[in-house]
C-alpha cells in the first residue's frame, strides 16, 4: 500500500521535471515559456534551438514518462493502479510542481506512459500520428490523432482495461492543446519550424 502510493508521488514529481525548459535555457539561453508557442515541449524546442534538442526533448519527456509506468509494472499488476500511474506521469508533466502547477502539453508523456502499459496498441496510434504530420505538416494535430486513436485501438484490440484511463488522458491532451485547435480552425497553425523574420 504505501509502496504503490509512494511510486504515485514520485511518478508524478519525476514526471514534472521539464527537461524542455532546461535544455532550452542551457542551448539557446532562452525560457521556452516566452518564446514560439510558449510550450515545453519538444515542437517549441525545435523551434526555437532546432531538430536535433527537439528529439532530445521528446525522447527525454517519453522516457520519464515510460520509465515511471515500467517500474510500476514490476511490483502492481492491476489495471486500475497501473491505469492511475499512467495519469500521474501525464498530469506530472502538464502541471508541474517545478514549474509553480503549470507545464507542457503530455503528447510525448503519454505515448511513454502508454508504450509501458499496452506496447502495440501505442506504437499503431504513434504511427497514425506520424502519417497525420507528415500529412498536414502540424504536430499538434498529429497529438491530437493520437489521443483519439488511443482508446479505440485499446478498444478494437480488446484491452478494455486501460481505455478509461486513455480518455482521460485524451480529454486533458485535448485541453492542453485547446489554443492549438482553434489555431487549426483559422489555419494559423505553428509550423514545428519557426519561419523565417517570426521574432516569437
Ligand atoms: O505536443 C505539443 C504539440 O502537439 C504542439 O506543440 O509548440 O506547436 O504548440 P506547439
Redesign the pocket.
Known sequence: MILNLAWLIITYVLCSVPFGVFITRAVCGLDPREH??R?I????VA?LCGARYGVAVLALDLLKGFFCVWVATTFNDGWLYLSLCALAAVLGHMYSCFLSGRG?????TTIGGFLALAPLTTVLSVALCIAVIVLSG???L??LMFGAALPVLLLLGGNVAFVPAALVAMLFLYWK?R??IERLARGQ??P?RRKKGDSD
Open positions: 514560439g508557442s510550450n515541449g519538444a515542437t517549441n523551434r507542457g502539453k503530455g503528447f510525448a502540424f504536430v499538434s498529429g497529438a492543446h489554443d492549438n497553425e505553428n514545428w
